[in-house]
């Protein structure tokens, strides 16, 4: 499975379940067959007793919101409800954060609002976090010579005449 194919299912889980949890609105009958059958990929064959969704090594670079700045981590592995992230300031438990993962070969940015439900601060730092919010996703242009990268702005359908004055 390609990280495209893990990113683009958990995304799409974590958009369904949040539309239909978070948001209160009615799936229609594609969406909720589309959520149960990524949950049961996303579960895989768990075992009774074992963690509700099994966790996949996903060693990514990944940024992170804090109060009044941004910080940067290491994915150590992901699941269909979380990650695990090493970082050397993780934020308070209970604390929410967005979390930014990058697929450069599909030149799109990923963005999970997420919980802390466990820090730590000595021996292997890091933190744990549970999605917890509606999802986004756009495409990024990247500039490899500078590193600066530039969001493509769309605001509604394209004209459908060019605009000349």
């Given at each position: 499975m390609?990280?495209?194919?893990?990113?683009?299912?958990?995304?799409?889980?974590q958009?369904?379940?949040?539309?239909?949890?978070?948001?209160?609105?009615?799936?229609?009958?594609?969406?909720?067959?589309?959520?149960?059958?990524?949950?049961?990929?996303?579960?895989?064959?768990?075992?009774?007793?074992?963690?509700?969704?099994?966790?996949?090594?996903?060693?990514?670079t990944?940024?992170?919101?804090?109060?009044?700045?941004?910080?940067?981590?290491?994915?150590?592995?992901?699941?269909?409800?979380?990650?695990?992230?090493?970082t050397?300031?993780?934020?308070?438990?209970?604390?929410?954060?967005?979390?930014?993962?990058?697929?450069?070969?599909?030149?799109?940015?990923?963005?999970?609002?997420?919980?802390?439900?466990?820090?730590?601060?000595?021996?292997?730092?890091?933190?744990?976090?549970?999605?917890?919010?509606?999802?986004t996703?756009?495409?990024?242009?990247?500039?490899?010579?500078?590193?600066?990268?530039?969001?493509?702005?769309?605001?509604?359908d394209?004209p459908?005449?060019?605009?000349?004055?």
């Amino acid at each position: 499975m390609t990280t495209r194919n893990v990113l683009e299912m958990i995304f799409e889980y974590q958009l369904l379940r949040a539309k239909q949890d978070r948001l209160e609105v009615p799936l229609d009958d594609d969406e909720r067959a589309r959520l149960f059958g990524l949950g049961r990929l996303l579960t895989g064959d768990g075992s009774p007793g074992a963690r509700t969704m099994p966790r996949l090594p996903f060693p990514k670079t990944v940024s992170f919101t804090m109060p009044g700045c941004f910080e940067s981590g290491e994915v150590k592995n992901l699941s269909g409800n979380g990650l695990a992230i090493a970082t050397t300031r993780p934020p308070v438990i209970g604390a929410r954060v967005i979390v930014r993962l990058v697929d450069e070969a599909a030149g799109c940015e990923y963005f999970f609002p997420c919980r802390v439900i466990w820090a730590r601060r000595t021996n292997l730092p890091g933190m744990g976090l549970v999605f917890d919010g509606v999802p986004t996703r756009s495409e990024y242009l990247a500039e490899e010579s500078t590193g600066v990268w530039r969001r493509a702005m769309r605001m509604g359908d394209p004209p459908r005449e060019a605009n000349v004055a």
